[in-house]
């Protein structure tokens, strides 16, 4: 039996892929580019125009042709897609989906910390608010850091606002000085050494796979350290058979998806981002039928100031 829905007349959608059907059908209809982040569910990237990391979603929404862009991942990424491109309609799948890292410094203590370091280039990590990025001199990604902090003409770096990003970077880059400031992801930080072992005593065959938004105590452990993308890439190019993703459980899915040959398994059930898991499919397809979501504004003056770093990051990015 179908029932008509009293607030929006859509009737009852039974099966998953009839929802993936109208927001597909839709999404042509009204001009809409879905953007997905890679720890989004199997679900929702199935109808996505593109999912990748953090990296590849600023680059992304720099080109894509539509006049809506519909961001399915946290806060941060939907302003960047706007403060790319000003023209567009940006929309927030889930208003509720933030990331508490990009919520941790003020601008106040950035320019503090410069005045007290003169000479030092600000190098935010995206996961930072349009208003912190105004007071930085260029963002990087998990995917971007180590190549654009090589790359920059400075040896003097102060890197906001993840420590652990921040000291698997100092790492790669020994010449250069690194002023890191106490700040990270609460659900990478969670992951001990003591997980790690626990996991590598279960699976002694798999290679161990993490994010460098992990502590250093658990990135040292690891075969393989990258963004989420990175992760995926390696996994499935790789000749190994199991694996453990130090990452948020959302990329398991997809490499279990990917590589049904090959064995995944999560570092930790606790590895979960309550942020990223708050959108679901169905706001998905209330932001594309425009009853839903959340549209980005952006002050002209924020915007202009926010987005030098963002677009310096993809000039050094490549
Ligand atoms: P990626 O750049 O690897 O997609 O990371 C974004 C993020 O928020 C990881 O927690
Ligand atoms: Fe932010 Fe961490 Fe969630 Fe990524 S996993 S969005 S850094 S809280």
Redesign the pocket.
């Given at each position: 039996m179908n029932t008509d829905c009293r607030t929006c007349g859509l009737t009852e959608l039974k099966m998953l892929k009839d929802l993936q059907q109208e927001i597909l059908r839709l999404k042509k209809e009204r001009d809409v580019c879905i953007l997905a982040?890679?720890?989004m569910s199997e679900d929702i990237c199935e109808v996505a125009d593109f999912t990748?990391?953090?990296?590849a979603l600023s680059v992304k929404a720099k080109t894509a042709p539509q006049s809506t862009v519909v961001m399915c991942g946290?806060r941060f990424m939907a302003e960047t897609v706007k403060m790319l491109s000003p023209q567009k309609k940006v929309i927030l799948a889930n208003p509720d989906a933030g990331?508490p890292m990009a919520e941790q410094m003020d601008k106040e203590l950035i320019l503090q910390l410069k005045e007290s370091l003169p000479g030092y280039t600000v190098v935010a990590y995206?996961?930072t608010t349009a208003e912190l990025k105004t007071a930085c001199d260029v963002c990087v990604?998990?995917?971007s850091a180590v190549k654009i902090c090589k790359a920059l003409p400075t040896d003097k770096i102060i890197f906001i606002p993840d420590i652990n990003l921040g000291t698997y970077v100092k790492k790669q880059i020994p010449e250069k000085d690194f002023q890191l400031v106490s700040g990270g992801?609460p659900?990478?930080a969670r992951m001990t050494k003591e997980d790690v072992l626990k996991a590598k005593a279960a699976h002694p065959n798999a290679l161990f796979l993490v994010?460098p938004?992990c502590r250093p105590q658990v990135t040292e452990l690891a075969d393989y350290v990258g963004?989420?993308?990175?992760i995926m890439d390696f996994a499935e190019k790789s000749d190994a058979k199991e694996f453990i993703i130090g990452?948020?459980n959302a990329i398991v899915e997809h490499l279990q998806y990917r590589c049904p040959g090959k064995k995944f398994y999560p570092l930790s059930k606790d590895l979960v981002?309550h942020n990223m898991k708050i959108t679901t499919l169905m706001d998905v397809y209330n932001a594309v039928s425009g009853e839903g979501g959340e549209e980005m504004v952006m002050d002209e003056k924020t915007r202009l100031a926010a987005v030098k770093c963002i677009e310096k990051m993809i000039e050094y990015g490549g």
């Amino acid at each position: 039996m179908n029932t008509d829905c009293r607030t929006c007349g859509l009737t009852e959608l039974k099966m998953l892929k009839d929802l993936q059907q109208e927001i597909l059908r839709l999404k042509k209809e009204r001009d809409v580019c879905i953007l997905a982040h890679s720890y989004m569910s199997e679900d929702i990237c199935e109808v996505a125009d593109f999912t990748g990391d953090s990296y590849a979603l600023s680059v992304k929404a720099k080109t894509a042709p539509q006049s809506t862009v519909v961001m399915c991942g946290v806060r941060f990424m939907a302003e960047t897609v706007k403060m790319l491109s000003p023209q567009k309609k940006v929309i927030l799948a889930n208003p509720d989906a933030g990331c508490p890292m990009a919520e941790q410094m003020d601008k106040e203590l950035i320019l503090q910390l410069k005045e007290s370091l003169p000479g030092y280039t600000v190098v935010a990590y995206v996961n930072t608010t349009a208003e912190l990025k105004t007071a930085c001199d260029v963002c990087v990604t998990s995917s971007s850091a180590v190549k654009i902090c090589k790359a920059l003409p400075t040896d003097k770096i102060i890197f906001i606002p993840d420590i652990n990003l921040g000291t698997y970077v100092k790492k790669q880059i020994p010449e250069k000085d690194f002023q890191l400031v106490s700040g990270g992801c609460p659900t990478h930080a969670r992951m001990t050494k003591e997980d790690v072992l626990k996991a590598k005593a279960a699976h002694p065959n798999a290679l161990f796979l993490v994010h460098p938004e992990c502590r250093p105590q658990v990135t040292e452990l690891a075969d393989y350290v990258g963004s989420t993308t990175g992760i995926m890439d390696f996994a499935e190019k790789s000749d190994a058979k199991e694996f453990i993703i130090g990452t948020e459980n959302a990329i398991v899915e997809h490499l279990q998806y990917r590589c049904p040959g090959k064995k995944f398994y999560p570092l930790s059930k606790d590895l979960v981002c309550h942020n990223m898991k708050i959108t679901t499919l169905m706001d998905v397809y209330n932001a594309v039928s425009g009853e839903g979501g959340e549209e980005m504004v952006m002050d002209e003056k924020t915007r202009l100031a926010a987005v030098k770093c963002i677009e310096k990051m993809i000039e050094y990015g490549g």
